[in-house]
Nanobody
Framework: QVQLVESGGGLVQPGGSLRLSCAAS????????MSWYRQAPGKERDLVAG????????NYADSVKGRFTISRDNAKNTVYLQMNSLKPEDTAVYYC???????????????WGQGTQVTVSS
């Protein structure tokens, strides 16, 4: 069982920055993607950004392109989300997600962190 532990959330003023971290316990998937999702009150959980384990390819929601950057440290099994120019509409609980697969089977393994609150307000 893989465990994901997020940190780095908090209260920040509009225009400010925060960096979220997600540390994963050891895993041995043949391929994987780590992503950040967010869920605001009364809304669905949406993808913010993702990064592949192998080539480090990234993808972003249109609403955060140019402001957020996802990165990873494979040696530490950690993924980061650098959030700049934060807006009130970025307020949400941010969740870390890991999807992994083994090359010898066709099973998707899906794990979630507990979430960390990000509040952007003056």
């Amino acid at each position: 069982q893989v465990q994901l532990v997020e940190s780095g959330g908090g209260l920040v003023q509009p225009g400010g920055s925060l960096r979220l971290s997600c540390a994963a316990s050891r895993f041995t998937f043949s391929s994987y993607t780590m992503s950040w999702y967010r869920q605001a009150p009364g809304k669905e959980r949406d993808l913010v950004a993702g990064i592949t384990g192998a080539g480090g390819s990234t993808n972003y929601a249109d609403s955060v392109k140019g402001r957020f950057t996802i990165s990873r440290d494979n040696a530490k099994n950690t993924v980061y989300l650098q959030m700049n120019s934060l807006k009130p509409e970025d307020t949400a609980v941010y969740y870390c997600n890991l999807v992994g697969r083994y090359s010898y089977e066709n099973t998707r393994y899906d794990y979630w962190g507990q979430g960390t609150q990000v509040t952007v307000s003056s």
